[in-house]
């Protein structure tokens, strides 16, 4: 072994080393002052990086933030199962809820879907249908500058908690279906003059659900849902009760969506 | 929360780990912020799955490895620009280190030592600075093999101590 496998050889961490190889590197370095100052040198200024990093100063709060954080799922966690309970209290509420939820199922995998790639707009005929086009593309134009998010919740029971707190658009949809997800962050919008709830969720891939109130489409309801991609946006739109849900992703596809929306609308 | 540890231990190992993870996270984002919200997301997914498990002793790894997942994530995420403002990605993406986090003389040495290394080098240096991770540790962290960490690590070491003391030398002349 030469002095330079040696030193480097004892530059290792401990435990990760032959222990034989390392008392031969150990007796080589004993023999050779230079070989042993140069490790003492590095060793030295080792000691003084590892300071260094320890003194990087930590936020006061942190401690106390990382330890609610096992509150927060419990609380999230026991609201979720109350809405849960609630809901079964309801069962005209539940067959509701189920038959929608077929029927999403049965449309998303249907082959007369609707599906377009150039603009929504263009292939939407009708009134209801031109007006979900046209919230369509403004929300492709907006992408990407919505601002900055209102409120960043622990769970989607507290972010539902926030637009119901801000008088803007909730659903069903988003407390009973990603009550596991993280959210993202949450912004209140102004979309031609409605409020409109727009939460973002840590899914795979990562999708901003949109709650627009259905007088947006005149209070029509949807006969199907509607599949579109606008400014390189992917969207899935369907209505729900009274409001609209437009599901989006820009790093994802449409297929996405509709894997989402089918597999929570079956839960 | 069927999978989530006992209170107990969570609370243990928020002590014991939550500093060095946000050590970690610093070195890796450059942003206070978001260094405070990779720790809390990791104790997150934590107490979420903690409980599964089975080897305590694997603890640390796993908090370490869950982090620096989640910052791929929200990096290459990031890259995509897709929610936030102009000015705050141009911050986050071509941002120093904020003011805040150089509040101490040996920080900011360390800090911007590590920013001067090849960019390789810098997570598995900070595994072994900030933790003393061994090899084996940092290798399951970064998801690389053993003689690829022990290789960038005998050189961003030798990248690093040079930064470290020219950093030094520079504060202490000027």
């Known amino acids: ?267 | 929360m069927k999978r989530a540890p006992d209170r107990n231990l969570f609370n243990e190992v928020v002590e014991l780990y939550y500093q060095p993870l946000y050590r970690f996270a610093l070195s890796l984002s450059k942003r206070e912020d978001q260094a405070s919200d990779l720790t809390q997301e990791t104790f997150r997914t934590f107490a979420q799955h903690g409980g599964e498990l089975r080897d305590k002793g694997k603890v640390k790894s796993w908090l370490f490895t869950t982090l620096y997942r989640e910052f791929l994530r929200l990096y290459k995420r990031s890259k995509r620009l897709d929610h936030y403002e102009p000015a705050v990605l141009e911050a986050q993406l071509g941002g120093s280190i904020q003011s805040d986090a150089r509040r101490k003389h040996d920080a900011h040495l360390a800090v911007e030592a590590l920013e001067s290394v090849d960019e390789i080098f810098r997570a598995p240096l900070s595994l072994f600075y900030i933790e003393d991770l061994t090899y084996k540790e940092i290798a399951d962290v970064l998801d690389l093999p053993m003689g690829t960490v022990m290789s960038r690590l005998s050189r961003g070491k030798a990248q690093l101590r040079d930064a470290f003391l020219n950093s030094a030398k520079n504060n202490s002349d000027a």
């Open chain 1, 1 to 267: 072994m030469k002095i330079e496998e040696a030193i480097e050889l004892l530059d290792t961490p401990i435990g990760d080393c032959d222990a034989e190889l390392r008392a031969q590197a150990d007796r080589i370095v004993k023999e050779e002052p230079v070989a042993l100052a140069e490790l003492d040198r590095r060793h030295k200024v080792d000691f003084r990086i590892r300071g260094a990093f320890a003194s990087i100063a930590v936020p006061a709060d942190l401690k106390t933030n990382c330890l609610s954080v096992y509150d927060r799922l419990v609380d999230s966690a026991g609201k979720t199962a109350d809405n849960n309970r609630n809901f079964l209290i309801r069962p005209w509420m539940y067959a509701a809820a189920a038959a929608i939820a077929i029927m999403l199922l049965i449309q998303v995998t249907s082959p007369d879907f609707d599906q377009d790639t150039r603009s929504a707009s263009s292939i939407v005929p009708g009134v209801s249908h031109a007006g979900v086009g046209n919230l369509l593309n403004d929300l492709g134009r907006q992408f990407g500058s919505f601002g900055n998010y209102h409120h960043q919740p622990g769970g989607i029971a507290e972010a539902a908690s926030f637009f119901e707190n801000k008088n803007a658009p909730v659903s069903n949809f988003l407390t009973a279906n990603f009550f596991d997800i993280v959210p993202d962050g949450c912004r209140i919008l102004d979309i031609q003059g409605y409020r409109v709830s727009m939460v973002c969720l840590r899914t795979e891939p990562f999708m901003h659900l949109f709650i627009v109130p259905k007088e947006a489409l005149g209070g029509e309801a949807l006969t199907r849902p509607i599949e579109s991609e606008v400014n390189a946006v992917s969207f899935l739109a369907w209505t729900d009760g009274d409001q609209l849900l437009i599901l989006a992703t820009r790093s994802g596809t449409c297929e996405d969506l509709r894997r989402h929306a089918a597999f929570a609308s079956v839960q």
